[in-house]
Every structure is written in structure tokens, then in C-alpha cells.
């Protein structure tokens, strides 16, 4: 299994990114799949997550700042992020949830002016 985000990179406060996780090797469709950060020093932060219906949720925290979407032909996750702001700097990780959980390895995203 593979699982490998892009589209991470330096951002301005203020920006938009659209970061995208190619999956490989699983039964896509099949899988809850999550975003999750992790930014410098702290733990990890799930962010959001989408079903196998394509029901989303976000964490409450997240104030509709992202916006979670598959394409299940593609196989291919993304998250939308909107109005970035220097507490977004993180490593971006998706993971894959069922029998087993599998992660990629993440994209960073950094805002900075």
C-alpha cells in the first residue's frame, strides 16, 4: 500500500492550497480516509475525514477552513485548504482507515510572509 500527498510548500498567509494524496495498492473506495497535521513541536491533529459514501467531517476546530473530497476513479484524496494562516504550518498526512491503517509519509505546508 501507498500512500503519497503533494501540493504542500511555502504560502502566504491568506493563500489557498490544494493538496492532493495518490493511493495505491488498496481497495480505495472501501476506505475511510483521513487528513491529518502534525505541526512543529506538537502532536498529531486529525483535520478531516471522508466515507466511503462521501459524508465529510472536520474537526471543530477547523472552521470551515477545509474542504475534504475524493475521486474514487482516480484514486486520489484532497484537501482544500482555505485563508492559510502561520498556525497552519504543518506536516499534511493522509491515512487510510480500516482493517488496517495506513499512512503516507506527508507534504509540508508552510505560511509565511
Known amino acids: 500500500v501507498q500512500l503519497v500527498e503533494s501540493g504542500g510548500g511555502l504560502v502566504q498567509p491568506g493563500g489557498t492550497l490544494r493538496l492532493s494524496c495518490a493511493a495505491s495498492?488498496?481497495?480505495?473506495?472501501?476506505?475511510?480516509m483521513n487528513w491529518v497535521r502534525q505541526a512543529p513541536g506538537k502532536g498529531l491533529e486529525w483535520v478531516a475525514g471522508i466515507n466511503t459514501d462521501d459524508s465529510t467531517y472536520y474537526a471543530d476546530s477547523m472552521n470551515g477552513q477545509f474542504t475534504i473530497s475524493r475521486d474514487n476513479a482516480k484514486n486520489m484524496l484532497y484537501l482544500r485548504v482555505n485563508s492559510l494562516k502561520p498556525e497552519d504550518t504543518a506536516l499534511y498526512y493522509c491515512?487510510?482507515?480500516?482493517?488496517?491503517?495506513?499512512w503516507g509519509k506527508g507534504t509540508l505546508v508552510t505560511v509565511s510572509s
Open positions: 495498492g488498496l481497495s480505495f473506495s472501501d476506505h475511510y
Open positions: 491515512a487510510a482507515s480500516g482493517i488496517m491503517d495506513y
